[in-house]
Structures are given as structure tokens and as C-alpha cells.
């Protein structure tokens, strides 16, 4: 399944770009994700709780690898997770891409383009349940990076 976010944030891309290599922001913008642990430059282990339809799972070893990274410009993430009572899991593939948008104040082009396998009972739910889910946590996403202070 493919998902497309796109937004112009209120903040310059230096501020947006930090944001997205943080991981103490990710944790905060990141709808159910509730800890998220540095194992090196390249790679987070993260614990969130996700609810769809009528599951909620509890995602307690998540991994999250930056496979490629260009300064204020492009991220490409592999992120990785089974539900703990290994009812489901997820692979996501997600790039995030910054530009500058000319104007007077400083502002962010930002787009999302993910691809997400789901396996088990996610899978099972249906692709239409499961993009409105995804969608929404993007959405949420990118309005927690819109608070985000200057």
C-alpha cells in the first residue's frame, strides 16, 4: 500500500530537517509511539501502541534504520515491527523529502511517500481500513511537526 503526505510547514527547513533526525521530536510527532532509543547514528529501536479498527497493538521492539541521508533535503527510512503478542506486524519504507518555499518568511516544503506491508491481522483488516489508519497517522505527523516551535 502507498501513502502520499505533502505540506508547507511554517518553518524553515534547517528547523524541520533537525526535527526529522531528532529522536526526542519523533517520539513527540509520531501519533502512539511512546519511547524511542538511539543504537547508533543510523538506527532507533522505538515501543508505540497502535490502534486499527477493532486491534490495538503494542509494538515493543520496532527498528528504525536511516538508509539514506541528504542534509536538509531527503531522508529514506526502513522501519520494521511485529505487535508483541505477535498478531501482526508492518515493514514501512518511507522517504521524506524538504524544499525550501520562496516567500518572505521562511517555509517548508514537505513531502512523505511511504509504502507499508502489513502481514497477520493487519493485513487481514482491509487495505481500506488500514490506509485511512495510515493516512491519519501521517496527517497527525506532519500537524505535530506544524507546532513545533520556531
Not at 6 to 23: F, Q, T, Y
Not at 42 to 70: H, P
Request: proline letters at 4%; charged letters at 25%.
Amino acid at each position: 500500500m502507498d501513502i502520499h503526505e505533502s505540506a508547507v510547514l511554517d518553518l524553515p527547513v534547517s528547523r524541520v530537517w533537525s526535527a526529522v533526525n531528532d529522536p526526542g521530536v519523533l517520539k513527540l510527532c509520531v501519533p502512539g509511539c511512546q519511547e524511542i532509543t538511539v543504537v547508533d547514528p543510523t538506527t532507533y529501536k522505538a515501543k508505540a501502541v497502535i490502534k486499527v479498527g477493532f486491534i490495538s497493538a503494542k509494538f515493543d521492539n520496532i527498528q528504525v534504520r536511516k538508509v539514506e541521508a541528504t542534509e536538509n533535503q531527503k531522508l529514506v527510512f526502513e522501519i520494521v515491527g511485529e505487535d508483541a503478542n505477535r498478531i501482526g506486524g508492518f515493514k514501512l519504507n518511507m522517504e521524506v523529502k524538504l524544499g525550501e518555499v520562496a516567500g518572505g518568511t521562511p517555509k517548508t516544503s514537505l513531502e512523505i511517500n511511504a509504502t507499508v506491508d502489513m502481514k497477520g491481522k493487519f493485513a487481514s483488516l482491509g487495505r481500506r481500513l488500514v490506509e485511512w489508519k495510515s493516512k491519519g497517522m501521517m496527517e497527525e505527523f506532519v500537524n505535530n511537526l506544524r507546532g513545533l516551535p520556531t
